[in-house]
């Protein structure tokens, strides 16, 4: 069940990818553009000092550098919403794909946590014949593969301390490391189905 979940996150990490592309472009552009607009600005102030142009000729260059600052304005907040967008398009892409990896996770975690705790029915008597102040499943709970299991599961949960250019960060980074450790828990589980 877990093999059959990888191609659909790894149809989200591509879209995840494609989705930062286009952030990354629509950035770059709206970076641009507000160079261009400071750029303008400047020469709009500097038109203004310029005591050595006619008042004609200044006149003139000072409605066409404003007509053009016009534009350049407008193309930012443009810029900057399309940014908004694809921001909020990419976080959105980014909470599927944890999910994905959170649903995976979680597959995993009870999927080890039922293993071993049959693993140490066989080996141990019930604990009310054995009288320890534990339950199998409590052992189960606190082993090696159940905790490393855990700590993957709340690695991929949505952190709610994280602000959205904290999330971006981590949604840029992170799930390739996910996917590959992903691979690692499926890899293993896969054996000891094959071998149990």
């Known amino acids: 069940m877990l093999i059959t979940r990888r191609p659909e996150i790894q149809g989200n990490l591509a879209e995840l990818q494609s989705a930062f592309q286009k ?8 970076s641009r553009l507000a160079g261009e607009v400071a750029k303008i600005a400047q020469q709009e102030a500097e038109l203004l000092r310029d005591e050595s142009l006619s008042e004609v000729t200044a006149t003139k260059r000072l409605i066409e ?17 399309r940014v908004t967008e694809q921001q909020s398009f990419v976080l959105e892409v980014g909470s599927t794909v944890r999910r994905n990896f959170a649903h995976a996770a ?12 049959q693993t ?9 014949e054995t009288g320890l102040m534990f339950t199998n499943d409590e052992l189960a709970k606190v082993s090696r593969p159940f905790r ?8 991929v949960r949505v952190n709610g301390t994280m602000n959205s250019e904290q999330e971006l960060d981590a949604l840029r980074k992170l799930p390739r490391i996910w996917f590959d450790r ?8 896969s054996q000891v189905q094959l071998n149990g």
């Open 23 to 30: 952030f990354d472009l629509l950035s770059t552009e709206q």
């Open 65 to 81: 550098t404003r007509a053009r600052a016009d534009v350049l304005r407008a193309r930012a907040k443009a810029a900057g919403e």
């Open 106 to 117: 979680h597959q995993i975690l009870q999927t080890r946590q039922v293993r071993i705790r």
């Open 120 to 128: 140490f029915d066989a080996l141990l008597a019930p604990q009310l």
């Open 148 to 155: 490393e299991a855990m700590q993957f599961l709340n690695a």
């Open 182 to 189: 992903l691979k690692v828990f499926v890899d293993i589980e």
